[in-house]
């Protein structure tokens, strides 16, 4: 296939939740996976709710997520192509000036529910004369734009979900320009998509109706259709949406509570499809993985207690080259050896500090029997440690004290390390070095 150009358009109107991740990651490894390109597009019309903090968020969460755009855009810079576009179909006869008041329309609509009809604009406006208009705008009204559907069937093939179709005749005309002249979500949309190239538009099932309309938009300005994906949503453990008000859920609030940004990814695009869901050692790996004909249509349940379990998982798999930058970031010296010592005792990685204080720093050794430990001391082998030192060691140990098993292992892994708990000795012992043993099994703080 073509090289696709895929797009994210989030409105910088508040932070990323994981339900955003799902879409975001959906076209990024679209794009790994078939030598695409991806663009960040901020759709930030809106100036009242758009916030410039809430933009370099979400460019700190994709670079969290490695995600790297290959062109950025906003569409605060590109007024003037609307412009252009709105006026175009004004003059084709599809974009039509309406009058009516929010206060107007929803009196309307309540009145079409209560005679069992569907609450579609009824058009009123097409029947305005130009006097009718002269006269509303002298009383100090502002039009507002709608769209004019063709009341026919689109259809489309479907990248997820096969072939798709919706009858427009049951639709109201979009409203496409607000009282203010600023615009809403389709117009921008469609004209961003085709004139930068958009290939491929991925993104929920909520969108399918959006969908439709921007088809006859999109046919209307005589634009290239791309091709169009429609997955299912991310919902709660419990069955809800998410939303930019679940902060918790927020990939600000994941990265700072230590989560791994290869299990939120993995996570978002892997659960609900027939792929299981499992740790990842990159986002190449996961392009791989990933399949949208596999994508199920039910709605894919997310799960915070399963994020951690994953997150952890793929912690314990990371090589130490994709961890050395960070390590360092943390104040943690730490050479590949001591991260594969304690790589699979790790939630978070900031828990790799305390096992650096174990090897590196000082402690105060817990020291049940004295004589044990001295014991102990009299047999440690000399240096250089390696790999098979702590089994030669402890059966020493065992053949001078008669102990075996946990009455063996307990009281070195307290004299040692402080802790009943932790990595396995035979790779500590050698980061822990000789000297500093001694000490700690002579009851010093070392």
């Known amino acids: 296939m073509t ?30 996976r078939h030598g695409g390109r991806f663009l960040l597009r901020y759709d930030d019309t809106d100036a009242v709710r758009s916030k410039p903090e809430f933009a370099e968020a979400i460019a700190e969460d994709l670079a969290w997520l490695g995600v790297v755009p290959d062109r950025v855009i906003r569409q605060s810079d590109r007024l003037a192509i609307y412009d252009a576009a709105a006026q175009r179909l004004r003059d084709a006869g599809r974009l039509y000036p309406c009058y009516e008041t929010a206060d107007e329309l929803d009196r309307r609509r309540k009145r079409q529910l209560a005679r069992g009809l569907p609450p579609v604009y009824d058009r009123a406006a097409l029947k305005l004369t130009a006097q009718d208009k002269a006269q509303l705008e002298a009383e100090g009204r502002k039009p507002h734009w709608r769209f004019l559907l063709e009341p026919r069937i689109v259809a489309w093939s479907d990248l997820i979900r096969g072939e798709a179709h919706v009858d427009c ?38 969108h ?37 008000r679940l902060g918790h859920l927020s990939l600000r609030g994941l990265r700072e509570s230590g989560v791994e940004a290869l299990a939120v990814a993995a996570l978002a695009v892997l659960v609900g499809s027939s792929d299981a869901v499992r740790p990842v050692a990159s986002l190449d790996e996961l392009a791989d993985l990933v399949d949208l004909a596999h994508v199920s249509r039910a709605p894919a349940k997310f799960d915070e207690h ?34 594969l010592a304690i790589r699979g005792n790790l939630a978070k990685i900031d828990e790799a500090r305390m096992w650096d204080e174990v090897v590196r720093g000082q402690l ?32 020493a140990v065992s053949a001078a004290t008669g102990a075996k098993g946990k009455a063996l292992f307990m009281p070195l892994r307290q004299a040692l390390t402080g802790l ?27």
């Open 208 to 244: 399918v109706t959006n969908t439709a309309v921007q088809i006859q938009i999109f046919e209307a300005l005589g634009a290239k259709l791309p091709v169009f994906g429609h997955h299912n949503l991310l919902t709660t453990a419990s069955g809800e949406g998410l939303s930019k």
């Open 364 to 395: 105060a050794p817990v020291i049940v029997d004295p004589d044990f430990a001295a014991t102990a001391a009299s047999v440690l082998p000399p240096e250089p440690f390696d790999a098979t030192t702590w089994k030669s060691w402890t059966a």
């Open 3 to 32: 090289p696709p150009f895929v797009r994210t358009a989030p409105s910088p109107t508040g932070f990323l939740h994981i339900g955003n991740v799902r879409s975001i990651m959906f076209n990024w490894l679209f794009a790994c």
């Open 306 to 339: 399963e994020l951690e379990a994953l997150s952890a998982r793929t912690l314990h798999q990371l090589p130490y080259e994709a961890v050395a930058e960070r390590l360092a970031g943390l104040g943690v010296d730490g050479c590949e050896a001591f991260w």
């Open 169 to 206: 005749a049951s639709l109201s005309d979009q409203v496409l320009i607000r009282e203010d002249g600023s615009y809403l979500y389709h117009l921008p949309s469609v004209v961003d998509d085709a004139e930068t190239g958009i290939t491929h538009v991925i993104r929920g099932e909520d």
């Open 420 to 446: 009943d708990h932790g990595p396995e000795l035979a790779a500590l012992l050698p980061l822990i070095g000789r000297d500093k043993a001694l000490r700690r099994l002579a009851g010093e703080a070392a």
